[in-house]
Nanobody, 124 residues
Framework: QVQLVESGGGLVQAGGSLKLSCAAS????????MSWYRQAAGKQRELVAE???????RYADSVRGRFTISRDNAKNSVYLQMNRLKPEDAAVYYC??????????????????WGQGTQVTVSS
């Protein structure tokens, strides 16, 4: 079982920066794919950035070049540095940990864990 706790959200002016942190406990997340999602009011939750256990990183087109995901396995944490924030970046940001475990015999166990979210508000 993995518990994820996000922090670092808040109110920032457009053009400003914030750094979100996600601290994991209960188990190491070194072999998990770690992601940041966001959900704006009235919209579906969307992937912002992900960092898999092989070091592959992917960003949503809307944030590429402005946001940077990083992870520190020694601290069991993942981060999201958000620069040049725009009003449309305002949302609740969620940390997500995901891992597939091959149990053999064709059985695949999927582990998914979500944090509680942290609010990011961007004023224009």
């Amino acid at each position: 079982q993995v518990q994820l706790v996000e922090s670092g959200g808040g109110l920032v002016q457009a053009g400003g920066s914030l750094k979100l942190s996600c601290a994991a406990s209960g188990s190491t997340v070194s072999f998990y794919r770690m992601s940041w999602y966001r959900q704006a009011a009235g919209k579906q939750r969307e992937l912002v950035a992900e960092y898999d256990s092989d070091g592959n990183i992917r960003y949503a087109d809307s944030v590429r070049g402005r946001f940077t995901i990083s992870r520190d396995n020694a601290k069991n944490s993942v981060y999201l540095q958000m620069n040049r924030l725009k009003p449309e970046d305002a949302a609740v940001y969620y940390c997500f940990a995901n891992k597939f475990i091959d149990r053999g015999g064709g059985e695949l166990q999927i582990l998914n864990y979500w944090g509680q979210g942290t609010q990011v508000t961007v004023s224009s």
